[in-house]
């Protein structure tokens, strides 16, 4: 995050943000010069299938980190807003599968929800 503060230089940045997320599931990022990463790579549409994916666990795989420094964050950075962001799972489902996901609704309304 601090990294990416000095980087952007942002007024504002979601907490955690979901591209973080995104890629701790599998999906490769996009990093550009200007603008924080966005997801460029769907799993579940590249081949894999759901069974092989692993969701990290919270504490053992790392993903806890994300919320422990942002009172730390927020003292050192004053000016940056840090405004927190819930990802449903529709959200990291899109992720996974891309803009496929709105075509399976109709078609794979089980492997959707699944």
Not at 32 to 55: C, F, I, M, W, Y
Not at 71 to 95: E, N
Request: with cysteine; proline share 11%; hydrophobic share 40%.
């Amino acid at each position: 995050m601090e990294a990416a503060i000095a980087r952007y230089r942002p007024d504002g940045f979601r907490w955690p943000s979901t591209a973080n997320r995104a890629e701790v599931l599998g999906c490769q990022l996009a990093w550009a010069d200007q603008t924080p990463p966005a997801v460029r790579s769907h799993p579940l549409s590249n081949g894999h299938k759901l069974e092989e994916l692993r969701v990290p666990g919270p504490i053992a795989d790392g993903s806890r980190p994300f919320w422990l420094p942002r009172r730390q964050l927020s003292c050192r950075h004053p000016d940056v807003a840090l405004y927190g962001l819930v990802t449903g799972p529709f959200t990291l489902a899109l992720h996974l599968l891309g803009t496929d996901i709105f075509m399976n609704m109709f078609d794979a309304p089980d492997y959707v929800g699944e």
